[in-house]
């Protein structure tokens, strides 16, 4: 999915990782395991161990967790280098389009990274954007933030789930009959 965790590697939609031994449960404990939204490590043959099912305890994917933690991380890293490379970043519209620039640039690094979809376009012909940026009016900004320094900027993303199974369902067929 994204972010670069050490020994994580991406085969398909099944994280493997190095060095990991499959686990050896009975059935009793995978179902006691799987009860609590936990994960073990199998062996899907030909030597590759993965974790399954690929959930945390609250029922979510691991992969959009990863990839919401990364999108978090990359988007205060970049604003953070914006502020520190820039002599002055000013609190008027010109200054507003800087940071939702850089936001925007952060949030496409995700799209590319494969954590937010892909713009598309609906079944009704209109676009859906995988992501966007609010930017705030002047209006929208009180005094005392100008005077402090503070800005709120907000956003939102369409996150990417992945594919996990599969019922491929077809026929067999004999030509002629």
Not at 4 to 10: P, Y
Not at 100 to 126: R, V, Y
């Amino acid at each position: 999915m994204s972010g670069n965790a050490t020994g994580a590697q991406k085969h398909g939609h099944l994280k493997t990782l190095n060095a990991a031994q499959a686990d050896d449960f009975t059935e009793t404990d995978y179902q006691k395991i799987q009860a609590l939204n936990g994960n073990t490590f199998e062996d899907y043959g030909s030597g590759i161990t993965v974790t399954y099912p690929g959930t945390c305890g609250d029922g979510e994917s691991i992969e959009v967790v990863r990839f919401c933690y990364w999108q978090a991380d990359r988007m205060q890293k970049d604003l953070a280098t914006l502020f520190v490379n820039r002599n002055k970043i000013g609190h008027d519209m010109p200054g507003y389009e800087v940071v939702c620039n850089k936001m925007e640039s952060s949030l496409k690094a995700g799209q590319t990274a494969g954590g937010i979809i892909e713009n598309f376009t609906d079944e009704n012909g209109d676009l859906i954007r995988g992501f966007e940026v609010v930017r705030p009016t002047m209006a929208e900004v009180s005094a005392t933030q100008r005077i402090k320094g503070d800005l709120t900027v907000k956003f939102k993303f369409y996150l990417r789930y992945a594919i996990k199974h599969v019922d491929a369902i077809g026929s067999a067929m004999t030509y002629g009959i």
